[in-house]
């Protein structure tokens, strides 16, 4: 496998790893978020409108951070599975060709 194909799939794999850890974060925010209890009486005796939109946008939040991990990780798969698939098709060009032909770099 040339230098240059390599280099495409290292790029894969850091990518897959960015989109990890970028579901992780989100994760990690998600938990934090739902960890947050503030209790109605926080807002004050007339403060129940508040309290309510408050915990309507900490429910939004939380759902959109969780919605995110689960996004990022489904790129982070995504992106492994092409690589797989492609270092895959590779291996089996260079073992069906073998000294056949040499393939072109990008």
Same mark, same amino acid.
């Given at each position: 496998?040339?230098?240059?194909?390599?280099?495409?799939?290292?790029?894969?794999? @850091?990518?897959?790893?960015?989109?990890?850890?970028?579901?992780?974060?989100?994760?990690?925010? &998600? @938990?934090? &978020?739902?960890?947050?209890?503030?209790?109605? %009486? &926080?807002?004050?005796?007339?403060?129940?409108?508040?309290?309510?939109?408050?915990?309507?946008?900490?429910?939004?939040?939380?759902?959109?951070?969780?919605?995110?991990?689960? @996004?990022?990780?489904? %790129?982070?798969?995504?992106?492994?599975?092409?690589?797989?698939?492609?270092?895959?098709?590779?291996? /089996? /060009?260079? &073992?069906?060709?073998?000294?056949?032909?040499?393939? @072109?770099?990008?």
């Amino acid at each position: 496998m040339g230098g240059l194909k390599k280099v495409h799939f290292d790029a894969l794999r @850091k990518d897959e790893t960015t989109w990890h850890g970028a579901a992780t974060q989100l994760d990690t925010l &998600a @938990k934090a &978020a739902n960890g947050i209890d503030v209790y109605r %009486a &926080a807002f004050s005796f007339a403060g129940g409108d508040v309290a309510d939109t408050y915990a309507q946008l900490r429910t939004q939040v939380i759902g959109l951070l969780g919605d995110g991990s689960k @996004k990022a990780e489904g %790129a982070a798969d995504a992106l492994h599975d092409i690589r797989t698939s492609l270092e895959a098709n590779e291996h /089996a /060009a260079v &073992a069906e060709f073998g000294g056949m032909w040499t393939p @072109k770099d990008i």
